[in-house]
């Protein structure tokens, strides 16, 4: 089982970036999403696809739609240059899988 | 303040074995399922192993499977990762992971290389 998402995904200070994980098994189970910068171990920004944890700020936030959900950075600021992965479960939770993550740069 | 501390990490031989250990504190143990998340040097996220609370079931992703054990001991407040037959691909930071939600809580990892 495999999660696609893009590579990398560039986007201007002020903007919104959009970083989307897709699966087949994502209709059956929750998805999770992750920020890790250099050198840092990874922190939860989003989970159950749309949840944010205390601490994260507003900006972030998630969706889903069908097969294909979508982390969403508004007012993006150059803190927030990062890698990000998705991380779900197989359609029976038998174990779990991360996508390959998506390297966030700040223009 | 939830804690997790990881420790047993270094450098091993080809087809030798370790035994990672992650020291929990700051919540209550015995409610939780625990992962374990490996990452390659300069590479992506992997999902090894997770563990129900009781100890009871546990997962493991394939390239590690018969290889890898996963155990925790309650009370102890302690996680672990038995890992035999180690392969150079093998190398890399293994984190261990709180769940509920998945990746609430990370600790710093520790390192294990694989190499002759």
């Known amino acids: 089982y495999e999660l696609t998402q893009p590579p990398s995904v560039s986007v201007s200070p002020g903007q919104t970036a959009r970083i989307t994980c897709s699966g087949d098994a994502m209709t059956k189970q929750y998805t999770y999403w992750y920020q890790q910068k250099t050198g840092q171990a990874p922190v939860l920004v989003i989970y159950k696809d749309t949840e944010r944890p205390s601490g994260i700020p507003e900006r972030f936030s998630g969706s889903s739609s069908g097969t294909t959900v979508t982390l969403t950075i508004s007012g993006v600021q150059a803190e927030d240059e990062a890698d990000y992965y998705c991380l779900s479960a197989d359609s029976t939770n038998s174990y779990e899988v991360f996508g390959a993550g998506t390297k966030v740069t700040v223009l | 303040e939830v804690q997790l501390v990881e420790s047993g990490g270094g450098l091993v031989q080809p087809g030798g074995s370790l035994r990672l250990s992650c020291a929990a504190s700051?919540?209550?143990?015995?409610?939780?399922?625990m992962h374990w998340v490996r990452q390659a040097p300069e590479k992506g996220l992997v999902w090894v192993s997770r563990i129900n609370s009781d100890g009871s079931s546990s997962n493991y992703v394939d390239s590690v499977k018969g290889r890898f054990t996963i155990s925790r001991d309650n009370a102890k407040n302690t996680l672990y990762l038995q890992m035999n037959s180690l392969r150079p691909e093998d190398t890399a930071v293994y984190y261990c992971?709180?769940?509920?939600?998945?990746?609430?809580?990370w600790g710093q990892g520790t390192l294990v290389t694989v190499s002759s």
């Open positions: 700051g919540f209550t143990f015995t409610n939780y399922w």
């Open positions: 992971v709180r769940d509920m939600p998945m990746g609430a809580s």
